[in-house]
């Protein structure tokens, strides 16, 4: 299969282009289009490919916008960070996504399912406006949680969500608000707690720590590509490492 990548972080294409490569020999990556001037330019000079995977938010749009161009009938693999409400919308239409980053495990099981809807000629048809809608729409879609509860001397108190200003794991899950106070919850992942929170307020910044765009002191880039975010006061001394291939990611949400 011919295959062309979307996106428009240059390392990420880059490590999904090799993860490709790892997992499916047989997927021939044609080209990187980092934009969707880029993309429109192509599609118009080229046939089109077995299959696309596709950023969603690009430097110069949303890549939902070149299906009101083009007729592609290509099956099509979503790349996302975020937006939980599109995610479930993929679901629906029965078009794959994949978060970032991308796992390998996930990145074969995707394209093995786009193998055999291009084996019977029966892909599925997706609403591209009504996913247009929404991305652009959150409030017609999912609700996310917005108080967790902590056991304080056997007693429950309510915490809401957008007074954390990270959960951070170690050993144990705890929450720090943005007042300062540290708080256990009863929690045995991050991976469960992130699919709670609004991707807007809340970004997955390393294994250890989930952040609180409210929270975000300062972000000070390292030689490496990595970033170090510090905490706004009273959580001034935590300090959470952004790796390399999530820094670009962080830049987007946080820059919105």
């Known amino acids: 299969m011919k295959a062309v990548i979307i996106e428009d972080e240059n390392i990420i294409a880059r490590v999904l282009e090799s993860k490709i490569k790892k997992v499916a020999d047989d997927v021939e990556v044609l080209t990187i289009l980092p934009s969707l001037k880029t993309a429109r330019r192509w599609l118009e000079e080229n046939t089109e490919p077995d299959l696309m995977f596709m950023d969603i938010q690009l430097s110069d749009g949303v890549s939902f916008e070149i299906f009101d161009e083009f007729p592609l009938a290509c099956p099509v693999i979503f790349t996302t960070a975020y937006d939980e409400y599109a995610i479930r919308a993929f679901k629906v239409n029965g078009i794959d996504y994949l978060l970032k980053p991308v796992k390998e495990n996930e990145l074969s099981a995707a394209i093995d399912k786009c193998r055999k809807l291009t084996s019977k000629q029966d892909l599925p048809q997706a609403d591209m406006k009504a ?5 652009t729409n959150p409030g017609s ?7 967790f509860i902590v056991n304080i001397r056997n007693q429950w108190m309510p915490v809401n969500a957008r007074d954390i200003a990270c959960f951070n794991k170690e050993i144990l899950i705890y929450i720090y608000l943005l007042n300062g106070e540290r708080y256990q919850i009863d929690y045995s ?3 469960e707690i992130e699919e709670l929170l609004d991707p807007k307020a809340f970004f997955r910044a390393s294994r250890q720590c989930i952040v609180n ?9 390292l030689e490496n590509s990595k970033l170090i975010l510090k905490l706004k006061e009273p959580n ?8 390399r291939i999530k ?3 962080f830049r987007k949400w946080l820059d919105r």
């Open 131 to 135: 996913l247009l809608m929404a991305i």
């Open 189 to 191: 992942t991050l991976e």
């Open 141 to 147: 879609g999912i609700a996310y949680k917005e108080r």
């Open 213 to 221: 765009s409210e929270a975000v002191h300062t972000v000070k880039p």
């Open 236 to 243: 001034h001394k935590i300090e959470i490492d952004v790796s």
């Open 247 to 249: 820094s670009p990611e």
